[in-house]
Nanobody, 116 residues
Framework: QVQLVESGGGLVQAGGSLRLSCAAS????????MGWFRRAPGKEREFVAI????????RYADSVKGRFTISRDNVKDTVYLQMNSLKPEDTAVYYC?????????WGKGTLVTVSS
């Protein structure tokens, strides 16, 4: 089992920044990837960014490229999402995801609200 706990959400004005954190605990020794998804009000959950644990490669949704940066702390088993130049359309619940031993785990989510 893997537990994921997100933090760092909140209310920010358009153009501002936030950093989300996702701390993993439990059976994390064979992590394949960790990433972020989001669900905006009235919309389906969508991919935001992913960090491939072994290669260190990253991938982003087109809508956040150049504004968001995903990074990790190996020692803390934590992944971060630095969000800059936030827009009202970035308002969503952000969910952390980890794939470990072929199983996908989800956090409970953290709300990000961007005011115009």
């Amino acid at each position: 089992q893997v537990q994921l706990v997100e933090s760092g959400g909140g209310l920010v004005q358009a153009g501002g920044s936030l950093r989300l954190s996702c701390a993993a605990s439990g059976r994390t020794f064979s992590t394949y990837s960790m990433g972020w998804f989001r669900r905006a009000p009235g919309k389906e959950r969508e991919f935001v960014a992913i960090f491939m644990w072994s290669s260190g490669s990253t991938r982003y949704a087109d809508s956040v490229k150049g504004r968001f940066t995903i990074s990790r702390d190996n020692v803390k088993d934590t992944v971060y999402l630095q969000m800059n130049s936030l827009k009202p359309e970035d308002t969503a619940v952000y969910y952390c995801n980890a794939v470990t031993s072929g199983i996908s785990y989800w956090g409970k989510g953290t709300l990000v609200t961007v005011s115009s």
